[in-house]
């Protein structure tokens, strides 16, 4: 099962090799407004190439969360048990392509 909320969307996938656990749990940050989208109760994970990774062995939350820790935009997604790679959405304009800001 795929997940998506705002600017990241997450892809159910087979974990590659040679990752690393990161010292936090946050996917993205917003530029505009310092939100972020963090996981809970799972574990994040970066390819030496930068790509981030999800691994949960049991139900997580993913929670867009003000500097503050309450709750911004948009409401908690709970992950099903499994390995994720997380894509920050990009859109397309005459001039090529951007990152989507939350």
């Not at 574990?43 to 030496?48: A, F, I, N, R, S």
């Not at 993913?62 to 992950?79: F, G, M, Q, W, Y």
């Amino acid at each position: 099962m795929n997940y998506r909320q705002g600017d990241v969307y997450l892809i159910s996938c087979d974990l590659p090799t040679n990752l690393k656990t990161t010292e936090n749990d946050v996917l993205a940050i917003g530029e505009a407004t310092g939100h972020c989208h963090r996981i809970f109760d799972g574990e994040v994970l970066v390819g030496e190439d930068g790509q981030l990774f999800v691994t949960a062995s049991k139900e997580t939350t993913l929670r867009h969360v003000d500097p503050s820790e309450a709750e911004a935009d948009h409401k908690p997604i709970t992950l099903d048990p499994g390995s994720y790679r997380v894509v920050i959405q990009r859109e397309y304009e005459p001039e090529g392509y951007r990152a989507v800001v939350d």
